[in-house]
Antibody
């Protein structure tokens, strides 16, 4: 069974950094692009970043561009989100998800359980 | 691309049908001929779950009472007979271009 498990969330002060991890099991990670999506408390879903199967291309929502970096280690079956210069508005549950589709994004078909990031002094 | 859902809240009687609309600010037709529109359900306290992709394709394990339709900029998710496990928030999402964007969500509950 394909599964994703996020970790690395926690409480951090404004301006601080955090690195989220997402471990994959039950499928070959090299075949799939991956994504991070977040959900602020009581709010809807917001796409954060994508990374291609081989890590050659990365895309970000404007609000995190230059502060967040998505990366992956296919040998370790993991995807990461390095978050720097964190702001209160980055407070959210962060989900990683698998992207269905080879040359296009057809869906996010497998989601992790999420990890909570709280940015507060 | 701005995604607009309606209604934002929906109260239904169990066993009755339900319908949610999603409109995009530009066409979601890919040059492959596919429509890059996705539907998710987020049950209370859970992660989002894929329901429909490419506008009308049900994901694996999704009951056939769920159906997606539409083209261009106007899309609909229909539930033929709402059941208890269908309660939650429904989101549409466009996957045509980055930034990928979601609708505001439609909360479905029982009357």
């Amino acid at each position: 069974e394909a599964q994703l498990v996020e970790s690395g969330g926690g409480l951090v002060r404004p301006g601080g950094s955090l690195r989220l991890s997402c471990g994959a099991s039950g499928f070959s990670m090299t075949t799939y692009a991956m994504t991070w999506v977040r959900q602020a408390p009581g709010r809807g879903l917001e796409w954060v970043a994508n990374i291609k199967q081989d890590g050659s291309e990365k895309y970000y929502v404007d609000s995190v561009e230059g502060r967040f970096t998505i990366s992956r280690d296919n040998a370790r079956k993991s995807v990461y989100l390095q978050m720097n210069s964190l702001r209160a508005e980055d407070t959210a549950v962060y989900y990683c998800a698998r992207i269905l589709g080879v040359y296009t994004i057809d869906a996010f078909d497998i989601w992790g359980q999420g990890t909570t990031v709280t940015v507060s002094s | 691309i701005v995604m607009t859902q309606s209604p934002l809240s929906l109260s239904v009687i169990p066993g009755e049908p339900a319908s949610i609309s999603c409109r995009s600010s530009q066409s979601l037709l890919q040059n492959t001929g596919h429509t890059q529109l996705v539907w998710f359900l987020q049950r209370p306290g859970q992660s989002p779950q894929l329901l429909i992709y490419l506008g009308s394709n049900r994901a694996s394990g999704v009951p056939d009472r769920f159906s997606g339709s539409g083209s261009g900029t106007d899309f609909t998710l229909k539930i033929s007979r709402v059941e208890a496990e269908d309660v939650g928030i429904y989101y549409c999402m466009q996957a045509l271009q980055t930034p990928i964007t979601f609708g505001q969500g439609t909360r479905l509950d029982f009357k």
